[in-house]
């Protein structure tokens, strides 16, 4: 089964808007959460991370939220703008010495509406 | 300019014949890895390499094999392509010590079909 998971495949939201994309996960061994970003024909880049320790990271208008007892992390973009249209890529891993075998989930096209 | 760099970036092919994806980046990054992107499946992990010589399976492994001689360069071989191999191949590395080490740098993807 699909061992970080995606609740919504797509999201709209109008300009100048909040949004919370949602992102949960199986193995309780994980400690390292991220979200991707992905233009269309672009390669994914690394937007915001976190490490188990905190359960917040704040970077400007983009904010991670983690629920280790839940076992859910979740993305809060405020402000929203044309180009946040995309498609965000939730990632957890467990981390081996520097690297981790991260797993993505299956992306959500969020479309930023002016 | 840190670059993860993939070649080539469409590629046809035919079922049963080899293909090599070729990728490399100019970061000194240890570790490397190839995914592959399927419409509702996200990026799934082929192969990871830790250095050179240090490769280990990732979670689609069968099929798929990947050679690291050099840090800069990770090649993944599919020996006899089917169809059900057809996709999008993301190559990625990670500095893999020291600050910011898990961070991924994708390349560009290849685009692969196989008939």
């Known amino acids: 089964g699909q061992q970080v998971k995606q609740s919504s495949p797509s999201l709209t939201v109008q300009e100048g808007g909040i949004l919370i994309l949602n992102c949960d996960y199986e193995n309780d061994m994980f400690d390292y959460f991220a979200w991707y970003k992905k233009y269309p024909d672009n390669s994914p880049t690394l937007l915001i991370s976190?490490?188990?320790?905190?359960d917040k990271r704040e970077d400007g208008r983009f904010t991670v939220f983690l629920n280790k007892s839940g076992k859910h992390f979740s993305l809060h973009i405020t402000a929203s703008q044309p180009e946040d249209t995309a498609v965000y890529l939730c990632?957890?891993?467990?981390?081996?010495?520097?690297?981790?075998?991260?797993?993505f989930g299956e992306g959500t096209k969020l479309t930023v509406s002016s | 300019d840190m670059k993860v760099t993939q070649m080539p970036r469409y590629l046809i092919k035919r079922m049963g014949e080899n293909v090599l994806l070729e990728c490399g980046q100019d970061?000194?990054?240890?570790?490397m890895y190839w995914y592959r992107q399927d419409p509702g499946l996200g990026l799934q992990l082929i192969y990871i390499s830790y250095d050179v010589d240090s490769n280990s399976e990732g979670d689609i492994p069968k099929g798929y094999r990947v050679s690291r001689k050099k840090r800069e360069h990770f090649s993944l071989i599919l020996d006899s392509a089917k169809t059900n191999q057809t996709s999008v191949y993301f190559c990625a590395s990670s500095l893999g010590t020291g600050s910011s080490a898990e961070t991924l740098y994708f390349g560009s993807g290849t685009r692969l079909t196989v008939l």
């Open positions: 970061m000194s990054h240890e570790t």
């Open positions: 990632a957890a891993g467990a981390l081996q010495g520097g690297s981790a075998k991260l797993i």
């Open positions: 976190v490490r188990s320790n905190v």
